[in-house]
């Protein structure tokens, strides 16, 4: 049986990202989000995620490009002189590995963002990580240990598989190797960890080397090539830019017309796909 999941991250970055997701999910076939709790817009994602019970909402844990939840002077290992987390992902990953004291900090401001989700009074139907960052082993650990405390039933595994991928795109065939290839050891010893604990996950995800430029054409392109099992697509819509937008190459408005286009969603309407959600794979798992 082929399952979907389709989810938009970044909701409450902006207030054109959180139109897009709120219209990509009443219009469209977007099941499912990730808020940022720190972000400029977050406020504004929350009101829309209260009217719109149907939409279901994950946290977004944000340790990277971004902004942390606590104040600046209390996780000062975290952050630069701006009070804003690291950009370069291999270089977090390295300190937040083996930077004396760091992972006290790193309890704190995760703990912080769950605190925050939880105050919204929204259900939280999974995690996951800006830039996928829950898959560093001491991030994943935090969030477990957090997450106990949270109700976390669900999380995300970025494993992105070779063949489907490139079937349906035809397109970077070495990114697509390497990506699969590569990260399958930390992926099958993250899936291994989550098992243990209880924790639903995806078996597959689909936009991690098109992420930014998940079109309309390539959507369809990849709803087509969706192996057996629950496949997430997900996505960065918007409305249209905005002067802070980032990745400046982010196709935004390429993704939100993705998610509203007919000929999607009359695909998954026929296509015998069923449309699911976190929610649903951990209570099925019990």
Same mark, same amino acid.
Not at 14 to 43: C, D, F, K, Q, W
Not at 62 to 83: K, S, W
Not at 223 to 251: I, N, R
């Given at each position: ?6 989810? @938009? ?6 207030? &054109?990202?959180?139109?897009a997701? +709120?219209?990509?999910?009443? +219009? ?19 009101e829309r ?8 909402? $994950? ?10 939840? #606590?104040?600046p002077? +209390?996780? =000062?290992? #975290?952050?630069?002189e ?17 930077? =004396? $004291? ?5 309890? &704190? ?11 919204? /009074?929204?259900p ?29 039933? @669900? ?18 065939? &070495?990114?697509? *190797? ?6 399958? =050891? ?7 960890r989550?098992?243990? @604990? /209880? ?10 080397i098109?992420?930014?430029h998940?079109?309309p054409?390539r959507?369809?392109?990849y709803? @087509? ?17 905005w002067?802070?937008?980032? =990745?400046?190459?982010?196709?935004? &408005? /390429? ?9 999607a ?12 959600? *976190? ?8």
């Amino acid at each position: 049986m082929r399952q979907l999941i389709v989810t @938009a991250d970044d909701f409450g970055l902006s207030t &054109a990202v959180n139109e897009a997701i +709120e219209r990509g999910h009443r +219009e469209g076939i977007l099941s499912t989000t990730s808020l940022m709790v720190a972000a400029p817009a977050t406020p504004d994602a929350v009101e829309r995620a209260r009217r719109t019970p149907t939409l279901h909402v $994950g946290l977004h844990v944000v340790l990277v490009n971004g902004r942390p939840a #606590l104040p600046p002077e +209390e996780v =000062p290992l #975290l952050v630069d002189e701006r009070g804003m987390f690291e950009t370069d992902l291999f270089r977090a990953g390295v300190r937040y590995f083996f930077t =004396p $004291g760091i992972r006290k900090q790193l309890e &704190a401001e995760i703990r912080a963002q769950f605190a925050a989700f939880a105050a919204t /009074g929204l259900p939280l139907d999974h995690v996951n990580a800006q830039n996928h960052l829950h898959v560093h082993p001491t991030v994943l650990s935090l969030i477990l240990k957090a997450g106990r405390e949270y109700g976390v039933r @669900a999380i995300r595994i970025p494993r992105e598989p070779f063949w489907p991928s490139w079937r349906a795109m035809h397109t970077h065939a &070495a990114a697509r *190797f390497a990506n699969s290839v590569f990260l399958l =050891p930390w992926l099958s010893l993250m899936r291994l960890r989550l098992r243990l @604990a /209880g924790i639903a996950t995806n078996d597959y995800v689909f936009g991690m080397i098109d992420t930014g430029h998940m079109t309309p054409e390539r959507v369809r392109k990849y709803l @087509a090539s969706l192996p057996d099992g629950t496949s997430e697509l997900y996505v960065h819509p918007a409305t249209h830019t905005w002067p802070e937008a980032f =990745p400046a190459d982010y196709d935004f &408005a /390429g993704e939100f017309a993705a998610l509203i286009d007919p000929q999607a969603i009359d695909y998954v309407r026929r296509s015998g796909l069923r449309a699911t959600t *976190f929610s649903e794979l951990a209570a099925a798992a019990g």
